[in-house]
């Protein structure tokens, strides 16, 4: 658990977390967040609106083992029951990290998140070939 929450916390320093209900509610709507992470002892209000966001965002949500407490610490708050994160790359790796721990609960949630990844990858690649080619002049 403690690789995940450190994993977390490097996420919020690289500038790649949403912290707290509103912004998570933000980054979700711009279709920004790409994982929300919700305590394990969060508010029924507070789940029901995280699920609204995951929905209205086509985001994963995934209640992480880990208290408000516990969270708001790895995220420099004294407590936070809900937090996005924004990079897929960092949202792969924390899924993995959370199927290592419980397979049966984050498995699906993991590969999920492994394909968006691989597919980010590829329009990424695409596009840097893509202005390669504008500058040398290619035509299609």
Known sequence: MEKILSMIGLAKKAGRAEIGEEPV??????????????????????QRRAA?????GA?????????????????????????????????????????ELDSDTYSAA???????????MERRREQAQHEKNVRRGKKR
């Open 110 to 120: 993991a590969e999920q998140l492994a394909v968006k990844a691989r597919r980010a």
């Open 52 to 56: 609204s966001f995951a929905e209205v």
């Open 59 to 99: 985001t994963v949500l995934l209640t992480i083992p880990a208290d408000k407490a516990q969270l708001g610490a790895v995220l420099g708050r004294t407590s936070v029951a809900m937090a996005a994160i924004t990079d897929i790359g960092f949202a792969e790796a924390i899924a993995k990290k959370l199927a």
């Open 25 to 46: 509610g933000a980054a979700a709507r711009a279709k920004k967040a790409r994982l929300i992470l919700l305590a394990s002892d969060a508010a029924p209000s507070s």
